[in-house]
């Protein structure tokens, strides 16, 4: 938590400057700190316009933020740790066990180093293809930035672009290879770090852990779902989807179905999209991605827990299984925990917005989940929020970055054993 405050921090007084925009004047404070915010907890949500306002300096400054805050500040800092001192704390591999799924303390450093070595090689291949397709409209400097910043903010599922004239990537609605390679960099971004070596370690599906696995199964139930959905919504919409081949829509439905949930890119403007699909993706926004990843929500892990736990409550089992192991009773504790705190906390900064603010109350909904699940998505309210709702937003993107992970982590380290237990008694239930 610290560590993300102090990276913020740095971020604001450096885009306070003068020396990182193109106007070269005092950055208002409350937008760098916004910009800063966002950046940091890879949110995307914006006050200023990222590729108009910022010059290369202020756009590179950004990037580092995103960069950092999505490998995680404390993956970060113990991989440089590993590296110049070969040894890292006991805390610190308590929390990054915790965060990147290592099942003992002695595989972390591995761990870490494996992660950070697959990030850059990931980042590094898709840069090539974006910078191939980039080459015929920009110029070559040109170009190469705008598909490094295009490769960062995707696999970070942080949502921001340096693209001018354009909604989120719109330009580039036609463009597969483009649309492709973020697509991919999202998925690859959200599963979680430990998913993605294990992936590219084991392969087979049935060797997975069951954390994997649940993953997996859940982010594809999420991806049919979400794609379904949107384009059973918005075919018939002139300003979405209607218009284009049915093949495009399909493919376009697919996209917002991935990046909706956790990043924020959109070839479409959702300010433009029917009520109900807002509401749908609002859900979407709320759960998020897999634990240990570059996304936000209360996680697909959590959920997959609960339903499962729901479930084995139906069937009238005592304990919850599935794929042959049986979750413990804590671990179904710590989800709900994490449930219950979020749903209070997104209830808790919609009122405060609909206080401050006079948009409609879908649109602050909208918004409150998007900061919370630092995805980004908005449906264009992010630049008329008073001062109020500002600071209220960077509150709620800097709490659903570190909140449920931090919450979980401290359910987990504080359990205590009773030495006596009290009789029992039944409360009515439903």
Same mark, same amino acid.
């Not at 010059?55 to 990037?63: E, K, P, R, T, V």
């Not at 950092?68 to 590993?82: D, P």
């Given at each position: 938590?610290?560590?993300?405050?102090?990276?913020?921090?740095?971020?604001?007084?450096?885009?306070?400057?003068?020396?990182?925009?193109?106007? $070269?004047?005092?950055?208002?404070?409350?937008?760098?700190?916004?910009?800063?915010?966002?950046?940091?907890?890879?949110? /995307?949500?914006?006050?200023?316009?990222?590729?108009?306002?910022?010059?290369?300096?202020? &756009?590179?400054?950004?990037?580092?933020?995103?960069?950092?805050?999505?490998? $995680?500040?404390?993956?970060?800092?113990?991989?440089?740790?590993?590296?110049?001192?070969?040894?890292?704390?006991?805390?610190?591999?308590?929390?990054?066990?915790?965060?990147?799924?290592?099942?003992?303390?002695? /595989?972390?450093?591995?761990?870490?180093?494996?992660?950070?070595?697959?990030?850059?090689?990931? &980042?590094?291949?898709?840069?090539?293809?974006?910078?191939?397709?980039?080459?015929?409209?920009?110029?070559?400097?040109?170009?190469?930035?705008?598909?490094?910043?295009?490769?960062?903010?995707?696999?970070?599922?942080?949502?921001?672009?340096?693209?001018?004239?354009?909604?989120?990537?719109?330009?580039?609605?036609?463009?597969?290879?483009?649309?492709?390679?973020?697509?991919?960099?999202?998925?690859?971004?959200?599963?979680?770090?430990?998913?993605?070596?294990?992936?590219?370690?084991?392969?087979?599906?049935?060797?997975?852990?069951?954390?994997?696995?649940?993953?997996?199964?859940?982010?594809?139930?999420?991806?049919?779902?979400?794609?379904?959905?949107?384009?059973?919504?918005?075919?018939?919409?002139?300003?979405?989807?209607?218009?284009?081949?049915?093949?495009?829509?399909?493919?376009?439905?697919?996209? !917002?179905?991935?990046? $909706?949930?956790?990043?924020?890119?959109?070839?479409?403007?959702?300010?433009?999209? &029917?009520?109900?699909?807002?509401?749908?993706?609002?859900?979407?926004?709320?759960?998020?991605?897999?634990?240990?990843?570059?996304?936000? $929500?209360?996680?697909?892990?959590?959920?997959?827990?609960?339903?499962?736990?729901?479930?084995?409550?139906?069937?009238?089992?005592? !304990?919850?299984?599935?794929?042959?192991?049986?979750?413990?009773?804590?671990?179904?504790?710590?989800?709900?925990?994490?449930?219950?705190?979020?749903?209070?906390?997104?209830?808790?900064?919609?009122?405060?917005?609909?206080?401050?603010?006079?948009?409609?109350?879908?649109?602050?909904?909208?918004?409150?989940?998007?900061?919370?699940?630092?995805? /980004?998505?908005?449906?264009?309210?992010?630049?008329?929020?008073?001062?109020?709702?500002?600071?209220?937003?960077?509150?709620?993107?800097?709490?659903?970055?570190?909140?449920?992970?931090?919450?979980?982590?401290?359910?987990? &380290?504080?359990?205590?054993?009773?030495?006596?237990?009290?009789?029992?008694?039944?409360?009515?239930?439903?």
């Amino acid at each position: 938590m610290y560590g993300f405050g102090s990276l913020i921090a740095i971020g604001t007084i450096l885009l306070w400057l003068p020396f990182f925009n193109v106007q $070269g004047e005092f950055t208002p404070f409350l937008d760098a700190l916004f910009t800063a915010t966002s950046a940091a907890t890879v949110t /995307g949500l914006v006050t200023l316009d990222t590729a108009t306002y910022w010059n290369f300096s202020g &756009q590179l400054i950004i990037a580092s933020l995103i960069q950092i805050g999505g490998l $995680g500040f404390m993956s970060t800092a113990t991989f440089l740790l590993i590296i110049f001192t070969q040894r890292i704390s006991l805390t610190n591999q308590l929390f990054m066990g915790d965060f990147l799924g290592a099942r003992n303390a002695s /595989g972390i450093a591995r761990l870490t180093i494996q992660v950070v070595a697959l990030t850059l090689i990931i &980042q590094v291949l898709a840069f090539g293809i974006i910078f191939w397709r980039f080459i015929p409209i920009y110029d070559l400097q040109e170009g190469a930035w705008q598909a490094a910043f295009l490769t960062i903010s995707a696999f970070n599922n942080a949502g921001f672009n340096i693209i001018s004239n354009s909604s989120s990537l719109a330009i580039f609605r036609d463009e597969m290879w483009v649309i492709g390679t973020v697509t991919v960099l999202i998925i690859f971004g959200s599963i979680g770090y430990s998913v993605l070596v294990e992936s590219f370690r084991r392969r087979r599906f049935g060797r997975f852990s069951l954390d994997s696995k649940l993953v997996i199964l859940t982010t594809m139930i999420l991806w049919v779902v979400g794609t379904t959905v949107m384009f059973v919504s918005e075919f018939n919409n002139e300003a979405t989807l209607k218009g284009s081949p049915v093949g495009s829509q399909i493919i376009d439905s697919f996209v !917002q179905s991935v990046s $909706g949930r956790t990043a924020g890119f959109s070839t479409i403007d959702f300010g433009e999209t &029917q009520q109900h699909t807002n509401f749908f993706f609002t859900g979407l926004m709320f759960i998020g991605g897999a634990s240990g990843s570059t996304a936000g $929500g209360i996680k697909v892990n959590t959920v997959a827990v609960i339903l499962i736990a729901v479930m084995a409550t139906i069937r009238g089992r005592n !304990q919850p299984e599935v794929f042959g192991r049986e979750i413990p009773f804590g671990q179904i504790q710590r989800a709900l925990a994490v449930l219950s705190l979020a749903v209070v906390a997104v209830f808790v900064v919609a009122f405060l917005l609909a206080i401050t603010e006079r948009f409609p109350y879908e649109d602050l909904i909208f918004e409150t989940v998007s900061a919370f699940g630092t995805v /980004g998505l908005s449906t264009g309210i992010t630049s008329e929020l008073t001062s109020w709702g500002r600071s209220i937003i960077i509150a709620t993107m800097f709490v659903g970055r570190i909140g449920p992970l931090t919450i979980a982590l401290a359910l987990g &380290q504080r359990q205590q054993r009773a030495v006596y237990r009290y009789s029992q008694e039944r409360v009515r239930i439903g």
